[in-house]
């Protein structure tokens, strides 16, 4: 464990090897403390796959839980101040009430995620073959109306962005009509697109397989900027790094959606397969640093994409998941804030491949966790999150108080 001053001595370490190359620690600590993404409600209790659920004992029972528990990570890192909701999970009662309790703790509600992938209770029609796709126009309507609604929960949070993931899809070759069910998709999106307040904004997120195997209507990245084209300037593409096939070259689209102007969204988790869900930066973190070597520009510029950690599993402690997915994910960024992009840039145009790499490599392989420290550090957060999250004993606590065996609402 890195004491206070070990700390010091390895940051002024840092600024002065610094020295003469291209880029200000300072202007990279300042991007770290501005940088923050958000934390789903559904990631505060123990995860599951379709297989089993352990409780880790404490989980957040109610929304207001949910919320000290994003405080707690925020608290002890100082980036994770929005927290994102998931309807029907997490309906709060009294929305004034629910957005002053988390602006009390420094909270503000980033996101509202629909959910149609599972039947609600009391709901007339169910979604088992589809929602915003359904061959049934009524499945369809009550499908816009829960979006609706969604959009009507976030407003009263001052949450102005709508994300929509379908589950739409089919399972087996001729189940259903890939252009038909597109049709349906896309005009039940414009349906919920003009209920959006003017300053809102749409999210459309893809994903290749599951839960359908055969097909999903909504693939890929083509697809949901298609969908978002045709709804209009406030619809966009959300990027979620789980949702591609092995190998995919997601940095790739991420440069794509950026020169359309169609990127509005950002799910991290890491993964071996696919959707796993893992911690971010656990598996690939090279690929993490090339996505934000592409994401570096408009963080720079302007900062309008919704950030969010979308991960969730059964073996860790969900919130020490949680800092080490923030940590990873500032280390990644660090490192791309680092890469000389004029001498990439120079090294491209003379197609000095070699050179290209090495400007690449340069900057991944530096140590950069003194300027995260120093960010978090600055911003008020502490030195080592997690340590001082086991010092202080804070699960142990959690589970007196609420309970070995709550269970968070969620998948
Ligand atoms: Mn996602």
Redesign the pocket.
Same mark, same amino acid.
């Given at each position: 464990m890195t004491t206070e001053s070990q700390h010091r001595l390895s940051f002024a370490h840092f600024c002065k090897l610094a020295d003469g190359q291209t880029y200000n620690p300072e202007t990279v600590v300042k991007h770290l403390q501005e940088f923050q993404v958000a934390i789903?409600s559904w990631a505060l209790g123990a995860g599951a796959t379709r297989f089993g659920r352990f409780s880790i004992g404490g989980e957040p029972s109610s929304l207001e839980q949910k919320i000290e528990d994003v405080a707690l990570v925020n608290k002890l890192t100082q980036c994770a101040n929005s927290i994102s909701l998931h309807i029907p999970w997490d309906i709060p009662e009294d929305a004034t009430a629910i957005q002053q309790f988390a602006g009390e703790q420094g909270l503000h509600f980033d996101s509202v995620?629909s959910n149609t992938f599972q039947d609600h209770k009391n709901q007339k029609h169910s979604y088992k073959f589809g929602s915003l796709s359904h061959s049934d126009p009524r499945v369809r309507q009550q499908a816009i109306e829960h979006n609706e609604q969604v959009i009507e929960i976030g407003e009263a949070l001052g949450a102005k962005v709508l994300?929509v993931?379908l589950a739409d899809g089919s399972s087996f070759p001729g189940q259903s009509s890939f252009k038909r069910s597109l049709e349906h998709t896309q005009e039940s999106l414009k349906a919920i697109y003009k209920c959006l307040p003017e300053d809102g904004k749409m999210l459309i997120?893809y994903?290749p397989f599951e839960p359908s195997f055969y097909s999903m209507v909504i693939p890929d990245w083509g697809t949901s900027l298609a969908l978002a084209n045709a709804c209009g300037s406030n619809a966009f593409s959300?990027v979620?790094l789980? /949702?591609h096939l092995p190998n995919t070259n997601i940095e790739q689209i991420v440069a794509t959606l950026q020169w359309q102007k169609k990127l509005g969204g950002f /799910?991290f988790?890491d993964s071996k397969f696919a959707?796993d869900d893992l911690t971010v930066g656990s598996m690939k973190p090279y690929q993490l640093f090339l996505i934000f070597n592409e994401l570096v520009g408009s963080i720079q510029d302007e900062n309008s994409i919704s950030w969010?950690i979308?991960a969730s599993h059964n073996l860790k402690d969900p919130l020490e998941d949680l800092m080490q997915s923030l940590q990873n994910i500032q280390v990644a960024l660090a490192k791309a804030l680092l890469i000389d992009q004029r001498a990439l840039k120079e090294a491209q145009e003379n197609n000095d491949v070699s050179m290209c790499q090495q400007i690449l490599q340069n900057a991944f392989e530096t140590d950069v966790r003194p300027l995260v420290a120093e960010a978090r550090l600055r911003s008020g957060g502490v030195l080592d999150p997690i340590s001082e999250y086991r010092s202080l004993e804070i699960r142990r606590q959690l589970i007196e108080a609420r309970g070995a065996h709550t269970v968070a609402s969620g998948l």
């Open positions: 789903p995620n994300t993931w997120e994903k959300l979620d789980g /949702h /799910h988790n959707d969010m979308d």
